[in-house]
């Protein structure tokens, strides 16, 4: 048995529920949406897509164990069938990483066995998804390390994380892949961070990036492979992902009503643009 995702991790005071997927969303989770548990962390699966539909991770930096990457233990899940994963055929001779959805060196902490468990649990394809090099390898990876170094007090986070699909995803079928695979790259992907500060109060950062050329309305509003903070709204609205009620405050970004034209409001959500630590908000 697995010891995944814990509610309570932040604090015994601070329960911390997993989002719920909503909609298309819901009718399109594996089993009606049943939670895989690993070692420090939890999926949900999208039967549709063969992706995550988000993966939560509990993070102790206090107890973190340094393990060596090997690069040899990717792997099916069993429970969630392989026919249920994308596998290493979609990411062979093309730009794409296998993209980790939980960061391996996240749930490396603990016992050392208990470690080396988790470090292999990550390297699942049901935690891998369809990432561009440039994008696995840049800003989006140094998130989590920042958010880190900058949180001096707190000794552990919870991190959600999952791909952003839409209905015009380009379909691809790797280099040697028939048309009609039904494999879509995902349109972006979502970063929460969960955290209790010094005032014993939960705290949240979110974060997006889109990998995938320009279909949204707003395509105006994001420039390609550049990660922007959001409030947690814009994510749940992103992937039809419907949060504690509680965390949605907790953001330190907003949405908010503006005047457009007829006197007529309109709801605009916060964005910013990081390019560095310093970039990120944080009250």
């Known amino acids: ?58 993070v102790d930096i206090s107890r973190s164990t340094n393990i060596e990457r090997d690069n040899t233990s990717w792997h099916f899940d069993d429970r969630i069938g392989k026919e249920n994963q994308v596998g290493p055929e979609y990411y062979a001779e093309n730009d ?43 800003i989006w990876n140094c998130l989590e390390d920042w958010v880190i170094q900058r949180l001096n007090t707190a000794k552990r986070l919870i991190i959600l994380t999952g791909p952003i699909h839409k209905d015009e995803d380009e379909e691809y079928c790797g280099v040697r892949g028939e048309p009609g695979c039904g494999i879509q790259v995902p349109f972006g992907f979502w970063k929460s961070v969960l955290y209790v500060d010094e005032q014993q109060k939960v705290n949240g950062l979110s974060f997006l990036i ?3 050329a320009e279909r949204s309305k707003e395509r105006c509003e994001y420039q390609r492979l550049v990660t922007y903070q959001v409030p947690l709204g814009t994510i749940a609205k992103e992937t039809s992902l419907q949060f ?40």
């Not at 296998?98 to 066995?113: A, F, P, Q, S, V």
Request: positive net charge; aromatic residues 12%; glycine residues 6%.
């Open 1 to 58: 048995m697995k010891a995944g995702y814990d509610p309570f991790f932040l604090s015994e005071k601070h329960h911390i529920p997993l989002p719920l997927p909503q909609g298309r969303i819901a009718t399109d989770a594996l089993d009606n949406g049943s939670v895989f548990d690993f070692t420090h962390f939890s999926i949900v699966m999208n039967q549709r897509t063969r992706f995550a539909i988000f993966s939560a991770a509990c």
């Open 96 to 138: 794409y990483d296998k993209g980790h959805l939980t960061r391996r060196k996240d749930i490396c902490w603990g016992e050392r066995r208990e470690a080396e468990r988790a470090n292999y649990d990550s390297f699942c394809y049901a935690n891998i998804a369809l990432q561009h090099h440039n994008f696995n390898t840049g």
């Open 210 to 212: 889109r990998q995938s």
């Open 244 to 283: 504690d009620a509680s965390l949605y405050p907790r953001n330190p970004l907003f949405a908010k009503p503006r005047l457009i034209a007829g006197g007529r409001e309109q709801t605009v959500s916060e964005q910013i643009p990081i390019h560095r630590a310093a970039d990120i908000k944080w009250s």
